[in-house]
């Protein structure tokens, strides 16, 4: 029979404040590999955490910055150089009339580059997950809210995690099954 491998503890909180404060503990405590779940944004959570700002936003402008890049530089390499055209007496390379162009092909980089670099840090799609096995997690989408903290946090300790949870405020605690 396969050992069964415990991916850690789930603590419920009954509200924000007391979630928040939670974090701040665990955080101070040095706990790395541990994540809060709450049914709606909760203002000042990521600080709470600990977290770093997102790199999304570099993505963004990259993405955004290489769309307007490539898509002035297709405009020139047809119009000045491909297959130079003169029209109204315009020349070759008349940029007034790339701008729009350029403009729509930067949004659209940029739309593509939030969107796919939020499925990325994200690690989205994820269609399994070891908390969906718990009944009281289900209600993180209504009205309670959790932390998860996991085993392969290297200042994780079943019982004194435990101990270390319900003190801050956990009204269950439970052990989640791999």
Excluded at 19 to 32: I, N, V
Excluded at 49 to 70: D, E, T
Excluded at 135 to 141: A, I, L, N, P, Y
Excluded at 164 to 173: C, K, M, P, S
Aim: glycine residues 6%.
């Amino acid at each position: 029979m396969a050992e069964q491998r415990d991916y850690g503890l789930l603590a419920e909180f009954e509200t924000t404040s007391k979630l928040l404060h939670a974090c701040e503990r665990l955080r101070d405590e040095g706990y790395s590999r541990w994540d809060a779940h709450a049914p709606f944004p909760v203002h000042g959570l990521d600080r709470a955490m600990g977290l770093r700002p997102s790199r999304l936003p570099f993505v963004v402008l990259a993405m955004a910055l290489s769309g307007g890049a490539a898509a002035f530089a297709l405009q020139w390499w047809i119009h000045a150089w491909d297959y130079p055209l003169v029209i109204s007496g315009k020349p070759f390379f008349s940029w007034p009339a790339f701008i729009p162009v350029t403009f729509e092909v930067t949004v659209l980089f940029g739309a593509l580059g939030a969107f796919l670099g939020m499925l990325h840090f994200n690690r989205l799609p994820q269609h399994y997950h070891s908390l969906f096995r718990s009944q009281r997690f289900e209600r993180v989408t209504d009205d309670k809210f959790f932390i998860s903290v996991e085993a392969r946090d290297p200042r994780y300790d079943a019982k004194g995690t435990a101990k270390l949870l319900e003190e801050i405020g956990a009204t269950n605690v439970e052990m989640v099954p791999e």
